[in-house]
C-alpha cells in the first residue's frame, strides 16, 4: 500500500518567493496533520484537518502560513512570503477515523530559503 | 496530554535486546502511550501503542506498569538498522484529537 506522499522532497527558494508544499494521506485515512522539524524547536505540529476541515490552527507560526485540504486524497500548505527562518523540514501525516489510531508520516519536504 | 520523560541516549550491542524506558506519571485514564522512531532525515515511523495491557507486534514490544505511569519499549534483537531517535509520546482522547506531541526522544546507538 501506498504511504503519505509529498512533494517536492526538496526546496530550495529566494525568501519572498511563495512555497507550496502537497501531501497525499493514505488513502482511506480522514485524519491530516502538518509538522515542522528543526534542530532547535524538533518536531511541532502546525495544523491539523478531520474529514477536511481544519480542526486545530494554533501551531501555524503566523499570517504567512496557510493550509488547505480541498478534499480526501489532497493537502497544500503555503508560505507567502518565506522567510529564511522557515527553512526546515516539512511533513505530512494521516490517520484513520478513530483518533487512537496512529498517525502514519511521509518523507518530509526539506525546504531551504536563502 | 502528559508529558513524557525519556534518557536522552543509549547504546546496546548488536543481537541484543534493546529496552527504552519511558516516564509518563501524569499520563489520564484514556491517554494512549505511542512509541515512534526516526531514522535520520526521513519522517517518523510508528512503532507501537497500548492503552493498559502489554502489547507485542513484529517489531518490537510495549511493556506498560500496573499503575500506567511508565512503559518500556524492547527490541528484541537490536540490528544497526536499529540506530534512531525514538520518541515516547502519550496522547489520548481527552482532547478529542489524538494529537501527538513530540520531545526529544532517545537516541538509540546499536553499536557492532
Known amino acids: 500500500d501506498a504511504g503519505v506522499i509529498q512533494s517536492p522532497r526538496h526546496e530550495v527558494t529566494e525568501m519572498g518567493q511563495e512555497v507550496t508544499l502537497r501531501c497525499k494521506p493514505i488513502s482511506g485515512h480522514n485524519s491530516l496533520f502538518w509538522y515542522r522539524q528543526t534542530m532547535m524547536r524538533g518536531l511541532e505540529l502546525l495544523i491539523y484537518f478531520n474529514n477536511n476541515v481544519p480542526i486545530d490552527d494554533s501551531g501555524m507560526p503566523e499570517d504567512r502560513f496557510s493550509a488547505k485540504m480541498p478534499n480526501a486524497s489532497f493537502s497544500t500548505l503555503k508560505i507567502q512570503p518565506s522567510e529564511p527562518r522557515d527553512s526546515a523540514v516539512y511533513f505530512c501525516?494521516?490517520?484513520?477515523?478513530?483518533?487512537?489510531?496512529?498517525?502514519?508520516f511521509g518523507d518530509g519536504t526539506r525546504l531551504s530559503i536563502l | 496530554d502528559a508529558k513524557t520523560t525519556q534518557p536522552t541516549s543509549m547504546d546496546c550491542a548488536e543481537g541484543r535486546a534493546a529496552n527504552l524506558p519511558c516516564n509518563h506519571s501524569t499520563i489520564s485514564g484514556n491517554e494512549y502511550v505511542y512509541w515512534y522512531r526516526q531514522i535520520h532525515s526521513q519522517g517518523p515511523q510508528y512503532i507501537i501503542h497500548g492503552l493498559k495491557n502489554n502489547e507485542t507486534n513484529e517489531m518490537a514490544s510495549l511493556i506498560i506498569t500496573e499503575d500506567r505511569k511508565s512503559s518500556t519499549l524492547i527490541l528484541p534483537h537490536a540490528t544497526l538498522r536499529d540506530t534512531a531517535v525514538y520518541y515516547c509520546i502519550a496522547s489520548g482522547l481527552s482532547s478529542n484529537t489524538g494529537k501527538l506531541i513530540f520531545g526529544q526522544g532517545t537516541t538509540l546507538q546499536v553499536k557492532p
Open positions: 501525516a494521516s490517520r484513520p477515523g478513530a483518533s487512537n489510531q496512529p498517525q502514519h
